[in-house]
């Protein structure tokens, strides 16, 4: 019932900007902490940027500086704003929210995922 749907991911030069959006929809009462993931080929996932409920960031060492994770409460929307990319940049971005859904239950989701593919 609950979905979150990433959108923004592309091919871009090194030193280029993108952001990418993830919505969330479906039976949720409310979200708490959303987060923004990324899997590179043959690697293990790491977490990018996180942002609680109350607005408070976290970034990976890797990306500090060049991104800004923000949400839109009402639109139960959050967003990651890149720049400066790097060849490394390059993986699969995953979306991931701390949610209330139906019947009241608190559990994590996931997005399907968007590519981003940083080369010249």
């Known amino acids: 019932q609950v979905q979150l749907v990433e959108s923004g991911g592309g091919l871009v030069q090194p030193g280029g900007s993108l952001r990418l959006s993830c919505a969330a929809s479906g039976s949720i009462f409310s979200v708490n902490a959303m987060a923004w993931y990324r899997q590179a080929p043959g690697k293990q996932r790491e977490l990018v940027a996180s942002i609680t409920g109350g607005g408070r960031t976290n970034y990976a060492d890797s990306v500090k500086g060049r991104v800004t994770i923000s949400r839109d409460s009402a639109k139960r929307t959050t967003y990651l704003q890149m720049s400066s990319l790097k060849p490394e940049d390059t993986g699969v971005y995953y979306c991931?929210?701390?949610?209330?859904?139906?019947?009241?239950?608190?559990?994590?989701?996931w997005g399907q995922g968007t590519q981003v593919t940083v080369s010249a």
């Open positions: 991931n929210a701390d949610l209330v859904g139906a019947y009241y239950l608190r559990k994590e989701y």
